[in-house]
């Protein structure tokens, strides 16, 4: 077999490798005697998170602010709203007075007439449920703004 390299030059990279594997040991156990933090070190991630403390229950304390008033102005808008909503028979009513009701657009207060008109005058509110595309969610929704007035 043909030797690549003399008796000396293996021997070299014998202690060469020797030399690198005992200088890593010595490295890892220096790693492993050294603290990763000190004590100041840790004081002061202890003061970071308590200004992140700080500065999060600020935010959170805005974003509550701001869903009140997000709240407050919603309510305000719907009660000013309900007001302006009279009262309407949807015995008598047009298409266009349906139209102002909640969730009433054009296609189902057509459908409103069409029925009525169809079927004769609504006996009670909750008849309103046989018009197509008026379901118990719309009806509970429309209830507080109509009524039937039987001539």
Avoid: C, W
Wanted: no cysteine; net charge neutral; charged share 25%.
């Amino acid at each position: 077999m043909i030797d690549i390299f003399t008796k000396q030059e293996k021997l070299s990279i014998v202690l060469i490798l020797f030399g690198v594997i005992i200088g890593a040991g010595i490295e890892l156990y220096k790693s492993q005697q050294k603290p990763i933090a000190t004590e100041t070190d840790i004081k002061r991630l202890d003061e970071i998170e308590m200004q992140f403390r700080h500065q999060a229950a600020a935010i959170d304390s805005i974003v509550v602010q701001e869903q009140r008033v997000a709240l407050l102005h919603s309510a305000n808008q719907r009660s000013s709203q309900d007001k302006s909503l009279s009262i309407v028979d949807i015995n008598s009513a047009t298409v266009a007075e349906l139209i102002k009701l909640p969730n009433i657009g054009p296609v189902i207060a057509a459908r409103i007439v069409e029925y009525r008109e169809q079927h004769g005058p609504f006996q009670s509110v909750e008849e309103l449920i046989r018009v197509r595309g008026i379901g118990p969610q719309k009806l509970s929704s429309l209830k507080p703004y109509v009524e039937t007035r039987l001539k």
